[in-house]
């Protein structure tokens, strides 16, 4: 396998406080990798340092190699990053087929001639997308109407749609009931791995994060403090210190 993405050093500070303090990890293309801590422990600041939104104070993140620091969401998104996000980000008054038309239509840079009509550009495309997160039968209905949980198949569908070389995952299986968790991160699972895409997630569920993910790194107040498979992060003294606790 071959590092889609590489993190080195990245450090962010606000004010006094130290977010993330030289923070280095990789994701290889077709892994899921888990980024795990307590609150506050900087994943958040991490991921929006990947996605462009926040400036690195030091450090470097490459894309298939290439240094994508300083560049824009916007851009960031065009070189094959697809993000999904806690709170699921669909219009709600367009079809479950009409988001996905729109996501396309951003990929192919025609976003200004969508709202003239959807029509039927793109809609095998949009399909062949919804068919994979297995949303085709609902294709027509409102957003709005879709259970939670179909909303987020619905986001994974429209995530795909840039064709990503990485996947950065918000808390994916927030507000979901434990069973649809499960189902949803072994269907990332395997368009991953089919894909080649590389996964970078963060996850409170922590049943997801050890039966899902191939890799996990483990912030603690922005440092660091343990990465591995997730045996060795399971028995890591440090880990079990300041996260997992007893229980685990």
């Not at 450090?11 to 994701?27: E, L, M, P």
């Not at 988001?99 to 959807?118: D, E, K, P, T, V």
């Not at 095998?124 to 939670?148: H, I, K, W």
């Not at 949803?184 to 997801?208: K, P, Q, W, Y």
Request: hydrophobic content about 50%; overall charge neutral.
């Amino acid at each position: 396998m071959s590092a889609v993405l590489q993190v080195e050093g990245l450090r962010k500070a606000f004010g006094g406080v130290q977010a993330v303090a030289d923070v280095s990890f990789a994701v290889d293309a077709g892994e899921l990798l888990a980024l795990i801590g307590p609150n506050g422990a900087g994943k958040s600041t991490c991921f929006n340092m990947l996605n462009g939104q926040l400036a690195p104070d030091n450090g470097v993140v490459r894309l298939g190699g290439r240094d994508i620091v300083g560049l824009s969401p916007r851009a960031i998104w065009r070189l094959g990053v697809g993000r999904t996000f806690q709170i699921t980000a669909t219009f709600s008054s367009l079809s479950v087929r009409e988001n996905i038309q729109m996501a396309l239509y951003s990929h192919a840079g025609r976003l200004r001639a969508l709202f003239a009509r959807f029509g039927a550009a793109l809609v095998p495309e949009a399909d062949a997308l919804l068919e994979q997160v297995g949303m085709l039968d609902q294709a027509t209905r409102p957003c709005g109407v879709l259970a939670y949980g179909d909303l987020k198949r619905v986001e994974l569908a429209m995530a795909l749609a840039n064709q990503p070389r990485l996947l950065l995952m918000d808390e994916p299986t927030a507000g979901m009931a434990p069973r649809e968790r499960v189902a949803l991160m072994e269907l990332t699972a395997r368009l991953a791995r089919a894909r080649g895409i590389a996964v970078l997630f963060t996850e409170h569920d922590m049943d997801v994060v050890f039966g899902q993910a191939d890799r996990i790194v483990v912030l603690d107040r922005g440092v660091l403090i343990a990465g591995g498979t997730p045996e060795e992060v399971r028995t890591n003294e440090a880990v079990r210190a300041v996260y997992l606790g007893s229980a685990h």
